[in-house]
């Protein structure tokens, strides 16, 4: 069983990766020895699924256990939904000395995340992630928040979790393209830290919703270093994450919500932010096209629509924080496995790497 400790100065916490994890949840708990009540928060697609099983399981620990369901998608990242559930919590007795679990994907991760960092000025919380992108990347961190009519994540707070509990059964029931544009972030740390992991990911059946449990603790341990290194996102290795994701928000930005998931908008961010790694620094073509082979083989997108206006995405990049501010900040790689900021990216390269998305 691998488990990933997680050394922050204020903050250490393990992270247990486990096929079958979630049926010995009680067993993983009982270190905390968690004496108050517990409130589970999940989503209307995971909430049917898995939380009779965890209800049970927490039935030999406490008596005190009540759950809540916020509606499934993002839009459920808001203070009127933060409110609303604080209010429910509140009324059934939570206070001071309760825990909060999370079970779910990222949504249900940054909100169960940031509810516990205000609720009675911070209660404990547990991260119990069901999605790949969960898995390998949000459930760690200590990053929480939701969302304003103004833009994603502009509300929120780093309050790191006391346990992350990963089983990668319970990624069965994915969606398969849910299950697969998750690996665009799993390409994505490969590409910026770990050149080796491509091999391990060419090697995976794309439809088998079961990775190895070694594949997840690997991405674990990459994000967990860049955390442990920037834990405030103040010297700069954090943003190293936003590979392919300056284009990839654009692009996401730009289509009706829904119509391309996140990792899918990230997989053409990828693709263009290759091509500018060949042109403005040393990445040669066949680095490139071993990261194109993994994102083709999990069926994430690699040609931009024509009916994607390039203006459109250029207007939505300039609405970007990291634009206003002058230069732009645009992570490109030295060679595979190796990224760094690049202040030597112009919007005439950003207009180009988008017009190279369509061929
Ligand atoms: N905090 C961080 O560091 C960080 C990092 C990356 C992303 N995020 C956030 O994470 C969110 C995206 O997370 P996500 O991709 O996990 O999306 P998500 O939480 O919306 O889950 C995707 C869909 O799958 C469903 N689902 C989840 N687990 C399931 C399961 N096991 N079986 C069946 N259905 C299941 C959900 O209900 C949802 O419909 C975004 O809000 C993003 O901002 C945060
Ligand atoms: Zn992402």
Redesign the pocket.
């Known amino acids: 069983m691998p488990t990933i400790s997680i050394n922050l100065k204020n903050a250490n916490y393990d992270v247990i990766v486990e096929q079958g994890a979630f049926t010995q949840i009680a067993e993983h708990l009982k270190p905390l020895k968690i004496s108050g009540k517990v409130a589970i928060i999940t989503?209307?697609?995971?909430g049917p699924?898995?939380l009779s099983a965890l209800k049970e399981q927490l039935a030999s620990i406490t008596k005190e256990v009540t759950s809540y369901e916020i509606p499934?998608?993002?839009a459920s990242?808001s203070l009127s939904q933060i409110e609303a559930t604080a209010s429910q919590m509140t009324q059934q007795g939570h206070g001071r000395q309760s825990t909060i679990i999370a079970l779910?994907?990222?949504?249900?991760?940054?909100f169960a995340?940031f509810l516990a960092a205000i609720f009675f000025r911070g209660v404990p919380f547990i991260q119990i992630?069901?999605?790949?992108?969960?898995q390998v990347?949000?459930s760690?961190?200590?990053?929480?928040?939701v969302?304003l009519p103004e833009g994603?994540?502009l509300i929120g707070s780093f309050h790191q979790p006391n346990l992350v509990i990963i089983d990668t059964q319970?990624?069965?029931?994915?969606?398969q393209r849910?299950y697969q544009?998750?690996y665009a972030?799993v390409i994505k740390h490969a590409a910026i830290r770990d050149a080796d992991m491509l091999a391990e990911i060419a090697a995976l059946d794309a439809l088998n919703q079961q990775p190895p449990t070694d594949l997840i603790a690997r991405n674990i341990g990459i994000k967990a270093q860049v955390v442990e290194d920037d834990e405030h996102e103040t010297t700069g290795v954090r943003a190293l994450l936003n590979f392919g994701h300056t284009i990839g928000h654009g692009i996401e930005a730009s289509v009706p919500y829904g119509t391309l998931?996140?990792?899918e908008a990230i997989s053409l961010g990828i693709r263009a932010a290759l091509y500018l790694s060949e042109k403005k620094s040393n990445l040669t073509a066949s680095e490139s096209a071993q990261v194109l082979a993994c994102l083709a083989q999990f069926n994430l997108p690699l040609k931009l629509s024509n009916d994607i206006k390039t203006s459109v995405i250029l207007d939505k990049l300039k609405s970007d924080k990291k634009f206003v501010s002058g230069s732009i900040r645009f992570v490109l790689l030295k060679q595979l496995g190796e990224a760094f900021v690049s202040q030597d990216i112009d919007l005439e390269d950003i207009v180009e790497a988008i017009e190279f998305l369509r061929s």
């Open positions: 989503d209307s697609n995971v699924l898995h499934a998608g993002e990242k779910g994907g990222g949504v249900v991760g940054d995340g992630p069901t999605t790949i992108v969960s990347d949000s760690v961190g200590g990053k929480t928040g969302n994603k994540n319970l990624l069965a029931t994915l969606p849910e544009e998750g972030e998931l996140h990792g």
